[in-house]
T-cell receptor, first 110, second 116 residues
Framework: LAKTTQPISMDSYEGQEVNITCSHN???????ITWYQQFPSQGPRFIIQ???TKVTNEVASLFIPADRKSSTLSLPRVSLSDTAVYYC???????????FGIGTKLQVIP | GAGVSQSPSNKVTEKGKDVELRCDPI?????LYWYRQSLGQGLEFLIY????????KSGLPSDRFSAERTGGSVSTLTIQRTQQEDSAVYLC??????????????FGSGTQLSVL
């Protein structure tokens, strides 16, 4: 399964757009890219998933370049409530067996 | 129920005791997973159930760990002879179907296990 690399932590001020990039150089043809969000004392929550190009939902956007070797989760105009750990997962069917990694701890500052 | 339910939310036990952690998945979800999360760490896969198929136990750290899923719904994770290194948050997740490659996991809030 593709290994992912993402920053351990990021800080952002309220109202700013936050972009978290995940590197996955050995992504396979049938791999999907999925992002989860985890608040303290809660289980992770699915945010967005994509295969190529751009995906947007009510929470975030996911940008995937043509080579798919990286992906960027974009959170528009973050608020304090967006403070959480964000995990990038890459894998096909059965990827859920993989550990989530440490993720990126996003701290939103007033 | 509306979401994945786990009980208890907190469990304190003494070293050497057995503990049982319970998970009620979302109704209709055929796949159920257990993960473990140590403080400040990512999620470690433990075991996976899919319908009536044999569970995938490849992530269980030792033979002290076991899990059952009765009637394709409720699951119980049992840790025998608990050790201090078992202290962690144990998370349960369910999904509609394992077959789809774009599967989404729904997690419970977890059980915080503390072994003294």
């Amino acid at each position: 399964l593709a290994k992912t690399t993402q920053p351990i932590s990021m800080d952002s001020y309220e109202g700013q757009e936050v972009n978290i990039t995940c590197s996955h150089n050995n992504i396979a043809t049938n791999d999907y890219i999925t992002w989860y969000q985890q608040f303290p004392s809660q289980g992770p929550r699915f945010i967005i998933q994509g295969y190529k190009t751009k995906v947007t939902n009510e929470v975030a956007s996911l940008f995937i370049p043509a080579d798919r070797k990286s992906s960027t989760l974009s959170l528009p105009r973050v608020s304090l409530s967006d403070t959480a750990v964000y995990y990038c997962l890459v894998g096909p069917e059965g990827y859920q067996k993989v550990t989530f990694g440490i993720g990126t701890k996003l701290q939103v500052i007033p | 129920g509306a979401g994945v339910s786990q009980s208890p939310s907190n469990k304190v036990t003494e070293k050497g005791k057995d503990v049982e952690l319970r998970c009620d998945p979302i109704s209709g979800h055929t796949a159920l997973y257990w993960y473990r999360q140590s403080l400040g760490q990512g999620l470690e896969f433990l075991i996976y159930f899919q319908g009536n198929s044999a569970p995938d136990k490849s992530g269980l750290p030792s033979d002290r760990f076991s899990a059952e899923r009765t009637g394709g719904s409720v699951s119980t994770l049992t840790i025998q002879r608990t050790q201090q290194e078992d202290s962690a948050v144990y998370l349960c997740a369910s999904s509609i179907d394992r077959v789809a490659t774009n599967e989404k996991l729904f997690f419970g809030s977890g059980t915080q296990l503390s072994v003294l």
